[in-house]
């Protein structure tokens, strides 16, 4: 499984990006797809997660409300994109995956720190 992750930069707090995600190499069942991220010093967060059974999203408490997670299967590609973003969003965001099998119970944000696949990462940084 492959995943790259575009879309991170500099904005001041208030502004927005969107971050992109090209996934390939899943190749059978249902998976799920979801966002990581690891400010400075700090432990990584799961911030979002999807799954592509229903393409329901679920979303940390820290962003509910501000990013939106969707995913276009034609491009193979997930989008987080983030809203009214703060400086305590400042971080790297990884793109990560595994299969819907191996997880279950009600879905939750915080799976995606222990899925096996990993992108990059791209910075995010948010200025006051």
């Known amino acids: 499984v492959q995943l790259v992750e575009s879309g991170g930069g500099s904005v001041q707090a208030g502004e927005s990006l969107r971050l992109s995600c090209t996934v390939s190499?899943?190749?059978?069942?249902?998976?799920?797809i979801g966002w990581v991220r690891q400010a400075p010093g700090k432990a990584f967060e799961g911030v979002s997660c999807?799954?592509?059974?229903?393409?329901?999203?679920v979303y940390a408490d820290s962003v509910k409300g501000r990013f939106t997670m969707h995913s276009d299967r034609t491009k193979s590609t997930v989008y987080l994109q983030m809203d009214d973003l703060k400086p305590d969003d400042t971080a790297t965001y990884y793109c990560?995956?595994?299969?819907?099998?191996?997880?279950?119970?009600?879905?939750?944000?915080?799976?995606?720190?222990?899925?096996?696949?990993w992108g990059q990462g791209t910075q995010v940084s948010v200025s006051s």
């Open positions: 990560a995956a595994d299969y819907l099998v191996s997880f279950g119970g009600e879905m939750k944000a915080d799976w995606a720190t222990q899925f096996g696949a």
């Open positions: 190499g899943l190749t059978f069942g249902d998976f799920l």
């Open positions: 999807i799954s592509s059974r229903d393409g329901q999203a």
